[in-house]
């Protein structure tokens, strides 16, 4: 499994940036895939989670309602969004995208097997 994202950048509070994560190499039917960040001197914690076969998702507490996971297929590659709205300085994290078939707890970073490399969101106050 590869997974690329990109998407991160520099934005003023209160604005928005849309992550993207490419994930190929596998078909993705039973997996979840998640938006994981980490702050410097921070643990790295869950953003949002999508099952990729039901469409379910799941969401920190912190991001509900202004980020958004969200995800579509093109032949061999899917690629997952993480639309973030509204954005605060808190926000400012690497955000890694990560993917795993079978996960039980989609918030527990220890249950995804593979891991994109970061991108860098910086939120200006």
């Known amino acids: 499994v590869q997974l690329q994202a990109s998407g991160g950048g520099l934005v003023q509070a209160g604005g928005y940036l849309r992550l993207s994560c490419a994930a190929s190499?596998?078909?993705?039917?039973?997996?979840?895939l998640g938006w994981f960040r980490q702050s410097p001197g921070k643990e790295r914690d869950f953003v949002a989670g999508i099952i990729w076969s039901s469409g379910t998702t799941y969401y920190a507490d912190s991001v509900k309602g202004r980020f958004t996971i969200s995800g579509d297929r093109d032949n061999a590659k899917i690629t997952v969004y993480l639309q973030m709205n509204s954005l605060k300085p808190e926000d400012t994290a690497v955000y890694y995208c990560a993917a795993s078939v079978r996960v039980q707890v989609p918030s527990y970073g220890s249950e995804y097997q593979y891991w994109g490399q970061g991108t860098l969101v910086t939120v200006s106050s």
């Open positions: 190499g596998r078909t993705f039917r039973g997996y979840t």
